[in-house]
């Protein structure tokens, strides 16, 4: 599909077809006779796919106008009928199943399998949900980012396409459930973004943040929730493939809007829904996997992903990010309260710190706090702007850094949770350096050379305050007994 124009509405008939397959009705793993099941099966589909279709359409036709600012504490934030509606009408196509996925052959086909049959094989498993509907003019949180690293992954040759079942691109993911949402977010939060759809079918662009700089467009609702069912897709098949090898794929979801800085009760910074945190939830009470491990190397302190699981134990938050930046949080003393008091671990790093920062940081404090945590799946707010060449800050980290960060992340989580771990794509505002930066990480999971050598350029960086750096790392071994 060219990522950059909206699909139109298949063949009621083909996707039936798909979807009656997938329902295990009239194919191998069904029954080969229609009786009374299966034609109620066949109407729920059918109302289905007429409300999909019904979807893709108004994505079509709607018109942009200027934006507005809206409150959406002020949306009917207690409606409940309008809450049980919603809940109903996103649970018909976010019902979460282990029958099967979709993955891609690298032929241009998909095809239905069980999630734990023919991707044996496979090294890396990602999704895709490029929000082309969530944009805003000349906004850095651009809905080009999604494509520009699917065109250099295929320009690169790390795609299905040449990797065959190396690589697998999970397609046709469910999006997630209001339910999945609301195991983060308050429910008065996302009825109300819910509700602003209206206004951003009116107005074309509305700000739901407050004071900052996050917008909403009539489709911003819907992509939310099918980026964090990406993530939630991925979860599903790192598990499975867990336990039928002890060298599982790494999952990477190539997601957007972002999501480390929405807080629990409302969108902030870029970021509409907390994908890595509504992850992390479902991977507990889906998958019994009770201790998460949560690694944030964006350039931002992730204060979402940090105040939803602030008490929690069970659930370690790690943040390396840059001293002052945007939002302001993350300070060394911010290690969690009450039962998850040293749980939650922020190391702010100086201005220009770079790849010496990053391996010092991963050997004498990320080794030692998953050692000590022992987690089950070892989840990544995978930022890319903390680049040297990214616009928006002040570190200088290289394609090289995130090659090494990638590789090692992907060998912790071997040696600790049976090569558990997903990737949740975060910042990155230079298209160049976010496509190479990430295309580099693929290469990593493959275990391939780093190519980081072609697209850096050693001019570009200055010395490091490599001071600081040792005194930030010591001050946080202190503050946690590392």
């Not at 999704?127 to 651009?142: C, D, F, I, R």
């Not at 819907?222 to 598990?239: E, K, N, P």
């Not at 008490?311 to 290690?335: C, R, V």
């Not at 050692?371 to 980290?397: C, E, M, N, T, W």
Request: aromatic share 10%.
């Amino acid at each position: 599909m060219d990522l950059l124009s909206v699909p139109s509405p298949p063949s009621l008939a083909v996707v039936l077809v798909k979807q009656l397959s997938c329902n295990g009705i009239g194919n191998e793993r069904g029954s080969h006779t229609f009786g009374t099941n299966s034609w109620h099966e066949i109407l729920k589909v059918t109302v289905l796919v007429l409300g999909n279709m019904l979807f893709l359409a108004r994505q079509r036709f709607c018109s942009w106008r200027s934006p507005e600012r809206l409150n959406l504490d002020a949306i009917f934030a207690t409606d409940g009928v309008l809450y049980k509606s919603l809940r109903r009408g996103t649970r018909c196509f976010s019902k979460k199943t282990d029958a099967s996925s979709s993955f891609s052959n690298g032929t241009g086909e998909s095809f239905d399998v069980p999630v734990n049959i023919k991707s044996c094989e496979a090294r890396i498993i990602y999704a895709v949900a490029p929000a082309m509907g969530h944009n805003q003019e000349a906004h850095p949180e651009s809905h080009f980012r999604v494509p520009a690293i699917v065109q250099t992954l295929e320009e690169m040759e790390l795609t299905p396409k040449f990797r065959g079942s190396k690589v697998i691109e999970l397609q046709n993911f469910r999006s997630a459930s209001v339910d999945d949402i609301t195991s983060v977010h308050t429910q008065s939060y996302v009825l109300g973004l819910e509700k602003a759809m209206d206004q951003a079918s009116k107005d074309g662009l509305i700000l739901i943040e407050g004071s900052g700089p996050t917008y909403a467009t009539v489709d911003t609702f819907q992509d939310s929730l099918i980026a964090a069912g990406a993530g939630i897709a991925l979860i599903d098949s790192v598990v499975a493939e867990s336990k039928k090898s002890r060298d599982p794929p790494t999952g990477f979801a190539l997601i957007r809007p972002p999501g480390h800085h929405a807080i629990p009760k409302g969108p902030m910074g870029f970021c509409v829904f907390g994908n890595i945190a509504i992850a992390a939830r479902y991977a507990q009470r889906a998958h019994g996997l009770k201790r998460v491990f949560i690694i944030d190397f964006d350039v931002h302190h992730g204060n979402g992903t940090n105040d939803a699981f602030y008490e929690d134990p069970d659930i370690f938050f790690l943040s390396t990010h840059q001293d002052g930046s945007y939002p302001g949080t993350g300070k060394f003393d911010e290690i969690g309260k009450g039962d998850g008091e040293g749980t939650t671990l922020n190391l702010p790093l100086p201005g220009g710190s770079g790849d010496f920062a990053m391996r010092s940081v991963f050997d004498e404090v990320i080794v030692p706090c998953a050692q000590r945590f022992k987690p089950d799946i070892i989840l990544v707010s995978a930022g890319y702007d903390a680049h040297a060449l990214d616009p928006l800050a002040s570190l200088q980290f290289t394609t090289g850094t995130y090659y090494m960060l990638a590789a090692s992340i992907q060998q912790l989580a071997k040696d600790m949770c049976g090569g558990r771990c997903v990737f949740f794509l975060e910042g990155g505002y230079n298209l160049d350096s976010l496509s190479y930066s990430v295309a580099d990480s693929f290469r990593a999971f493959l275990k391939e050379p780093s190519l980081a050598s072609t697209f850096d350029n050693p001019a570009m960086l200055y010395e490091e305050p490599s001071m600081k750096v040792k005194e930030a790392i010591q001050r946080v071994k202190h503050m946690h007994s590392l």
